[in-house]
């Protein structure tokens, strides 16, 4: 049953070495000349003011859990598209209530102005 | 480069390796995005539909040095842009080079006064002079077939081709 | 709305602050004294049939050898009535300072502040007087007659040595 | 004006942040990016990606333009305003030509009329051109840069036909033209004028209605007409705002009376309508650079320079006949005319707004001062204005909008 996931491999495979040859070409053959005026942080042209770390406003935290949440159930998708013939209605609707939990999630948070980014 | 340097003159090896890395570069080599003045305008319409720099592999005018080649100065330098150019250039990676275009980033210009970099070699080392108030786009172009030429003779050695200088007898460009 | 009605209504309100009535080539000039100066611009703009709400322009000049040395030139225009007003103000070599424009007219925020970079006149009542064209840390004022133009020999064939042996070429 | 309008400066911004005293973080849109439209710097105040506090910092290409004239005569002068507005180079020929003019009261010959108007309405068109381009690109829509840069070789080529420069033209001089008229001008205006106005239906249907861009425009980088007059935004910027003030029409110079065109009117003051009211305006110069050739075209040959030879050189033949014009031309060209003692000022409607020139001699054949009201520099001032309490992206769209060039800012 595995053999049918051997080119699978091969071309994984092939894929890493290429990338692992030229990554480590160019660090062989590259000229190395870094000055620290090279080194220092470009600004369109100026030096950078006040501290570089710094707290960073909640409204991307808030962005990047919503992205996750209906990154996930979309991920959940994918398996079901491909077997939803052989699933039947039974399937559906398990899927239908999966579907449902996370639109009221997702209504909710469009009322509660989430998305709505001033 | 890293090994030939280390590996030195292999004759045969490394002038064929030569020509490869050289006309890999001059078929490749992305401007940094530096537009001044009017000659930015020209340099602009030089990239647009008509006078298409993308020829010559200059499709994409990279905003940030780090992924720039080519630093075009497009216009006159004034004493504040000074220090600006000069950190630029400094920021761009190691094969670079400079195109001086249109008379003021040459010499001047017309504008011989207080607040003008009399010549932007006095700030970063130049490779080819385009002439023009604003040059044509042709004559752009032509600037950059001549920075081309001068690539192709760059050695593998590693030591810079100086700029020309007006003291100095012109090379015979093959 | 010609030059005679707008003279009439300056000189009733402010004769004793006009210094000088000139009308060179159709364009009414006014020179006033400090005073005067910002009380014309805050009549002329909120007088109603007056209207003269837009500072087009404004500029100092250096008159070197006249007595009040530096002049500010101010153009008024009325939208409106679609005419052109010029009030000029003196001031004089050792601190010359003009009263700002700023609080009537925001536009003359810029204007004021390239003023005082590029020829040393000073605004008080302007809210951040600082350089605007020329490197913070530039000495001088260099559209003062006293300034040099600071042009640079021009290199030919017979003086090329010693320019370029004085011009640092960059190396790498 | 609701609350008062200030102009800040970047060191109002920068030091206290240096100090750290702000929570905000403070950017360089510095002199090299892409989207500032040449060397200006903006010291941003960011909370996230909602823009505080915005400073513009010039200077970056100050050339001491108006240093440098004082110590060229008038004629050689007229080099040096080209290359302060680049986009409109021929815009600022015609201010300082008309102040000097103004200064010595001479008169120009009807077809030198005609041809500036003319040539100054083709240079309106082309400065909208790279605009439009540029505002595009600004946006995303690469191909309209490509478009609009073709329509701008076409204008470029009449340019490069009559005076020989592409850009640099220097064509307008102190009484009249520099050179005549070609033969073959008119037809290749004519067939310009041909294609131009299906070229600019091209442009509408492409961003007029294009939901991306009425999304990056309506209603982003607002300014009401009270505070755009205090501001002293001029040009399409503030006819967008509802003013109807064209210098062309308030105070007419050079035969723009006589020609018929409307002046384009904006509502609200967004971006949006700067984007209609500079098309229409390229319409606008369409249709007068239409009555344009027809007028030159039945006026047929004539001079272009002004009879008085005291002011512009006679031409060359007359020279070797009659010694008294290569007197003329011997005086003009070693030290040039004498104007009299004065000052004057004239404003014409150049394609960023009202640009001024005030000229002060003191009878030296040199100018004494000569100073430019430079219309992007006083609209930069209301950039702080409009750009507070909106995204980042829409500060890069309103930068545009404002379409300001740098060479004019920092003369």
């Known amino acids: 049953m595995l053999e049918s996931y051997v080119p699978v491999l091969i071309l994984f495979l092939i894929a890493v070495f290429i990338a692992a040859f030229v990554i480590t070409l160019s660090a062989l053959l590259g000229p190395r000349r870094s000055t620290p005026r090279k080194l220092a942080p470009y600004e369109s042209g100026m030096d950078p003011v006040g501290p570089a770390i710094r707290r960073i406003p909640v409204k991307f935290y808030v962005v990047a859990m919503l992205f996750i949440v209906f990154d996930i159930e979309v991920v959940f998708f994918y398996p079901f598209a491909l077997v939803f013939r052989q699933l039947g209605p039974a399937g559906l609707a398990a899927m239908g209530v999966f579907f449902l939990v996370l639109l009221v999630g997702f209504v909710y948070e469009w009322k509660k102005g989430a998305l709505r980014w001033e | 480069m890293g090994i030939e340097e280390k590996a030195g003159n292999l004759g045969i090896v490394t002038t064929t390796l030569e020509t490869v890395v050289n006309w890999g570069r001059t078929n490749a080599m992305w401007p940094l995005l530096f537009g001044l003045a009017c000659c930015a305008i020209e340099m602009m319409g030089a990239q647009a539909s008509n006078y298409d720099l993308s020829r010559f592999g200059m499709e994409l005018n990279r905003a940030s040095p780090r992924q720039a080649d080519l630093m075009i100065v497009a216009g006159r330098v004034s004493r504040k842009m000074a220090p600006v150019v000069r950190r630029l250039y400094d920021q761009m990676p190691e094969p670079k080079w400079v195109i001086a275009m249109g008379d003021c980033a040459a010499c001047g210009g017309i504008f011989n006064n207080y607040a003008i970099v009399q010549g932007v070699d006095e700030v970063v080392p130049v490779d080819v002079y385009v002439a023009g108030c604003p040059p044509r786009p042709e004559a752009l172009i032509d600037g950059i077939m001549m920075l081309h030429q001068k690539v192709m003779r760059e050695k593998i050695s590693g030591k810079k081709e100086s700029p020309i200088r007006i003291d100095q007898p012109l090379v015979q460009v093959k | ?172 | 004006m609701t609350e008062p309008i200030t102009v800040p400066t970047p060191q109002q911004i920068i030091e206290p942040a240096v100090a750290g005293r702000t929570e905000t973080m403070v950017l360089n849109m510095g002199p090299h990016h892409p989207s500032t439209h040449g060397v200006l710097r903006l010291v941003l105040e960011l909370d996230g990606e909602v823009v505080v506090n915005v400073a513009p910092d010039v200077g970056y290409l100050h050339t001491g333009i108006e240093k440098t004239m004082e110590s060229k005569t008038y004629q050689k002068a007229v080099v040096l305003t080209d290359r302060m507005d680049y986009l409109a180079p021929l815009s600022n020929n015609l201010c300082y030509a008309l102040a000097v003019e103004k200064l010595l009261d001479v008169e120009i010959p009807e077809r030198a009329q005609i041809a500036r108007v003319l040539l100054t309405e083709l240079q309106r068109i082309s400065s909208h051109l790279v605009w439009l381009g540029t505002h595009a690109l600004d946006l995303a829509a690469m191909s309209v840069f490509l478009y609009a840069f073709r329509e701008r070789e076409q204008i470029l080529d009449i340019f490069e036909l009559v005076s020989g420069a592409r850009m640099m033209t220097s064509y307008f001089r102190i009484g009249g033209l520099a050179y005549d008229l070609p033969s073959d001008f008119i037809p290749t205006v004519e067939q310009f004028l041909a294609v131009m106005p299906s070229r600019i239906d091209e442009y509408e249907d492409l961003l007029t209605a294009n939901p991306l861009w009425l999304e990056r425009t309506v209603g982003v980088g607002v300014i009401d007409a009270q505070s755009a007059i205090a501001l002293g935004l001029t040009g399409a910027n503030l006819r967008a705002t509802g003013v109807a003030y064209d210098v062309r029409k308030a105070m007419p110079y050079s035969g723009y009376e006589t020609y018929s065109f409307e002046i384009p009117v904006g509502k609200n003051g967004d971006i949006y309508d700067r984007y209609r009211v500079r098309i229409a305006e390229m319409r606008q110069s369409v249709k007068i650079v239409q009555q344009a050739t027809e007028r030159l075209r039945e006026l047929g040959p004539g001079p272009v320079v002004t009879s008085n030879r005291k002011v512009a050189p006679p031409p060359k033949r007359e020279i070797t006949e009659s010694m008294e014009s290569l007197i003329h031309h011997f005086k003009l060209w070693t030290e040039g005319f004498k104007p009299p003692r004065g000052d004057a000022y004239v404003s014409i409607e150049s394609p960023r707004g009202i640009l001024g020139c005030y000229v002060v001699s003191d009878g030296s054949p040199k100018p004494w001062r000569v100073h430019f009201r430079a219309p992007s520099f006083i609209n930069l001032q209301s950039l702080a204005h409009m750009a507070k309490g909106r995204m980042v992206a829409d500060l890069v769209a309103l930068i545009a909008s404002l379409d300001p060039v740098l060479g004019e800012v920092d003369r």
């Open chain 3, 1 to 172: 709305m010609d030059n005679q009605t707008v003279l009439a209504a300056l000189r009733e309100r402010f004769a004793a602050e006009i210094l000088a009535v000139n009308e060179f080539r159709g364009d009414l000039s006014l020179t006033f004294t400090p005073k005067g100066y910002l009380a014309a611009a805050q009549f002329l703009r909120d007088d109603p049939d007056l209207a003269y709400t837009f500072l087009e322009n404004l500029c100092g000049v250096d008159y070197l050898g006249r007595k009040p040395r530096f002049e500010v030139v101010a153009h008024l225009t009325s939208m409106r009535h679609r005419h052109r007003v010029c009030l000029k103000v003196g001031c004089d070599e050792p601190e010359p300072t003009v009263p700002s424009l700023t609080p009537l007219f925001p536009t003359a925020n810029y204007q004021e502040r390239e003023t005082f970079d590029l020829l040393g006149i000073r605004f008080d009542g302007h809210p951040s007087l600082t350089r605007i064209l020329l490197p913070d840390d530039w000495v001088g004022h260099p559209l003062r007659k006293d300034h040099p133009l600071g042009d640079e020999e021009i290199a030919f064939t017979f003086n090329q040595e010693r320019i370029y042996a004085r011009k640092p070429f960059v190396r790498e």
